[in-house]
């Protein structure tokens, strides 16, 4: 994904160019990138940046005029467009639609200018006149930056890989972070993979000067957003609608034609209903399966129909399964380990998407942040596949999960679920598009905060649906909810979508054993058809059975997999040879050993 990199500290001018060069040139994931370095040998900073030609950040290192404060940049930022206004009208010279008015906005305010940013993004500022060096991050952590001290220097990356690549003694896999991993699909509390190497914590604002220690401080605390009273039911919805409507055009913004991802329920098409964009400028698409129209597929296309914009369908088929061990070799080391093989689904659509449009507009989060929705939890693989210490370490994961759910939900799954877990499918989505969502404003989030109890629901999202755009309001949701209820039919049609919702889940991903073995005596009539792909567009259990089984044996059951210390081999080979047979239905735990083999030939035996 696009980010930065750098050292700060001391060493040889050659010594750490040449690591500088490498930390860069390992975020250099696709042809349309660009990167480029500034170097201060006398301040002790080398630093470097990649991102995506003609994106927001195309324009770094960014100078002020008097060239004595710099900054680089990545990500994005929604800042209102009248505070921006207000420094042209200062005497800043700055160009438009691009990130150039950042050093601009920090001469007017100081280091308090990044309580003013909204959005994802980091960056380090270099301020001549003061000394010192800032690594910042947003609020949140999303969008993530790795860090290692040691006694000469400050290393720091927005991919752990880069820091992997010049420093060897991390090449480790931390053990109760791949516990983690494997029990929650994340790795909690700014911990990372591997020895040595940590997370910013969001909202960072790390001060670095000469012969001195970094001054480790936070610009913003959510304490500031808890505090707030709840709002009346009335006066909340008021409040959505005003804010609403004043974020949403500024995620249109920007040189870069946008697209709307396009799914089933509530959350995207609030963004299709209040977008008014003119009739066929704004194309729609939504991820397909081999089998058949998914709801998702069904609704969208409806949706978009009335909207009078255009819409594809983004197929996930025979193309990505022949793609598959490429998609997921990439997927394991552009997210630094921390997204499973399935986000080859993720890295596989995303390609897709970018010819559509380089800028993706998505309903992702919406749940999180309206409904307040925990989106992951601790479910560990089977305990015997792995050795025994690495499977008390799941056990230890459930019992720090726990204890970081406690307090304020939103705050969870503002500030600690949207990092951990969430970003690791941003990062590898956005490593192919201009990712942006709505739901992660600033103004929204803070609102959010003051939802009455009995509004965390989808109520006010379909509410808001139907003042937009009143015939969007009346097409059911993937789950048969809409803003006008019909008595009996309402009742049945959610009803139905639930059973097939399901039945779906229960013959698919996590089908029980009894049920496999079952299956498997009517695999001639290929009974999955009739459950399959109605709500979902990817099948593991059924490829890594069929399609999918040559490569499995293939990368789990040569010597070297075999022999991994954290695996017992009598028990991998019995799950794999179960699942590509037939008679079992092993794909979670596919899931993870295959993503673990990944991480070790990526990362720990990286040359």
Request: charged letters at 25%.
């Amino acid at each position: 994904m696009p980010g930065i990199a750098g050292i700060v500290g001391t060493g040889s001018r050659c010594e750490n160019e040449h690591a500088l060069t490498l930390m860069v040139n390992c975020m250099m994931h696709e042809p349309f990138y660009v990167s480029g370095t500034y170097i201060n040998e006398e301040f002790g900073l080398w630093l470097g940046f990649v991102n995506q030609e003609g994106s927001f950040a195309d324009c770094l290192p960014i100078w002020n005029e008097k060239r004595d404060i710099c900054i680089l940049f990545s990500g994005e930022d929604f800042t209102d467009q009248t505070d921006i206004d207000v420094l042209r009208r200062h005497g800043h010279e700055f160009g438009s639609e691009d990130a150039s008015y950042l050093v601009h906005l920090y001469e007017e305010m100081g280091c308090e200018f990044l309580g003013k940013l909204n959005g994802w993004f980091s960056g380090v500022l270099v301020d001549f006149r003061e000394q010192k060096c800032v690594l910042f991050n947003d609020r949140y952590g999303v969008n993530r930056i790795y860090y290692h001290e040691d006694a000469r220097s400050f290393y720091f990356s927005s991919e752990a890989k880069s820091l992997l690549k010049i420093l060897p003694g991390t090449r480790q896999l931390n053990l109760r972070s791949l516990g983690e991993l494997l029990s929650s699909d994340a790795v909690l509390q700014n911990r990372s993979l591997f020895s040595g190497i940590s997370l910013l914590p969001g909202g960072s604002s790390w001060v670095f000067s000469r012969g001195e220690a970094v001054k480790k401080k936070a610009y913003f605390k959510p304490e500031v957003w808890e505090s707030q009273p709840e709002l009346s039911g009335s006066a909340f919805y008021e409040r959505l609608k005003e804010t609403w409507t004043r974020i949403l055009p500024k995620y249109f913004r920007g040189k870069q034609p946008a697209g709307l991802s396009l799914t089933g329920g509530v959350d995207s098409r609030l963004i299709l209903a209040w977008a008014q964009r003119p009739p066929g400028m704004l194309p729609c698409y939504t991820w397909g399966g081999k089998y058949r129209d998914c709801a998702d597929v069904k609704i969208a296309r409806r949706a978009a129909r009335i909207s009078h914009q255009p819409h594809k369908t983004i197929l996930v088929g025979d193309d990505f399964l022949s793609q598959f061990p490429e998609l997921a070799a990439r997927t394991t080391y552009i997210s630094d380990g921390t997204m499973d093989v399935t986000g080859s689904i993720d890295l596989y659509v995303q390609r897709q998407a970018r010819q559509i449009a380089p800028v993706r507009l998505s309903g992702v989060c919406g749940g999180e942040i309206l409904r307040r929705l925990v989106m992951f939890k601790p479910d560990p693989p089977q305990e015997d596949l792995f050795d025994p210490e690495l499977a008390r370490s799941f056990r230890d994961a459930a019992i720090t999960y726990a204890s970081e759910l406690q307090g304020h939900r939103l705050s969870f799954t503002a500030f600690k679920q949207a990092p951990w877990y969430m970003a690791s499918k941003f990062t590898l989505e956005r490593s192919q598009i201009t990712y942006r969502t709505p739901y992660f404003d600033n103004d929204l989030i803070a609102l959010a905060y003051q939802t009455p109890a009995h509004l965390l629901s989808n109520d006010p999202a379909i509410r808001l649906i139907a003042d937009g755009n009143q015939a969007l309001g009346k097409i059911g949701t993937d789950r048969g909810i809409a803003s006008r209820s019909i008595p009996g039919i309402t009742y049945i049609r959610h009803a139905y979508q639930e059973f097939t919702f399901k039945a779906e889940y229960a013959y698919d991903y996590r089908m029980p054993q009894w049920l496999a073995r079952l299956d498997h005596i009517f695999a001639p009539l290929h009974l999955e058809r009739l459950f399959i792909g109605r709500h979902k567009f990817h099948h593991f259990r059924v490829w890594y059975r069929d399609e999918l089984s040559r490569h499995l044996k293939e990368m789990l059951l040569d010597s070297e997999a075999r022999s991994r210390p954290y695996l017992r081999a009598h028990s991998l080979e019995k799950i794999v040879k179960a699942h590509t047979n037939g008679y079992r239905n092993y794909a979670f735990e596919i899931h993870k050993i295959l993503t673990l083999e990944l991480i070790q030939r990526k990362f720990v035996e990286l040359n």
